[in-house]
């Protein structure tokens, strides 16, 4: 166990649909960020929070936002999906903003949408 | 631009041989940090080492190896006497250290490993 949550493990869905996936940091880190793995593009950056702000955007979708709540957790929201949508999603989280003690990973939430 | 390079798509070995998984990286930042993940079939993400730009040493465990070399922009990874178990993609990352970026980690497209008994 990483100490970061990821829920759920697993998602199937439709297009057309939106869907929810929640992280849960590692405790004591305040830094969390959400990437996505398919088969396409790889691993890719998708959205940087720290302490309840957004810091950074890497290769977000305008269907795609998130945000991080007063405890820290985090949800990645994804709407309209596409087919192409059907990825891994990672969360991982890190002390602070520069990730310079490394970062933990969650175990990752598969997304399929049929 | 890709910033991390990882030229070798798919290795595939004999157990017990040695090999090494290339990554090369580009960044215009003096301050950087560069990562390897091993990601097994199982999915996980599995955190191996993680180096700054300032620390060229050499680094050695156990049958795992890295070799940072900031004239090449490269950070090799060997493995002495692969074993089965050493089956995965593993992925080369460069955090760079500016705010803009926000220290996320550039990924590599992933170097897949099959060792054969």
């Known amino acids: 166990d990483s100490g970061v949550t990821q829920t759920p493990k697993h998602l199937i869905t439709a297009t057309g649909q939106r869907v929810t996936l929640r992280c849960s940091p590692r405790s004591g880190d305040l830094s969390v960020y959400w990437y996505q793995q398919s088969l396409d593009q790889g691993l890719q950056f998708l959205i940087q929070?720290?302490?309840?702000?957004?810091?950074a955007k890497g290769n977000i979708l305008e269907r795609f936002s998130a945000q991080q709540f007063p405890d820290l957790h985090s949800e990645l929201n994804l709407s309209s999906l596409e087919l192409g949508d059907s990825a891994l999603y990672f969360c991982?989280?890190?002390?602070?903003?520069?990730?310079?003690?490394?970062?933990?990973f969650g175990s990752g939430t598969r997304l399929t949408v049929v | 631009a890709q910033k991390v390079t990882q030229a070798q798509t798919e290795i595939s070995v004999v157990e017990k041989e040695d090999v090494t998984l290339d990554c090369v990286y580009e960044?215009?930042?003096?301050?950087?940090?560069l990562f390897w993940y091993k990601q097994p079939p199982s999915g996980e993400l599995v955190f191996l080492i993680r180096r700054n730009s300032f620390d060229e040493q050499n680094e050695i465990s156990g049958r795992y190896s890295w070799n940072f070399q900031k004239s090449t922009s490269s950070f090799n990874f060997t493995i002495t006497a692969s074993q089965v178990v050493d089956s995965a993609v593993y992925f080369c990352?460069?955090?760079?250290?500016?705010?803009?970026?926000?220290?996320?980690?550039?990924f590599g497209k992933g170097t897949s490993l099959l060792v054969t008994p």
């Open positions: 990352a460069l955090s760079e250290a500016n705010v803009n970026s926000g220290y996320a980690l550039n």
């Open positions: 960044t215009r930042d003096t301050t950087y940090y």
């Open positions: 991982a989280s890190s002390v602070e903003v520069g990730g310079l003690y490394g970062y933990t």
């Open positions: 929070y720290y302490n309840g702000e957004e810091r």
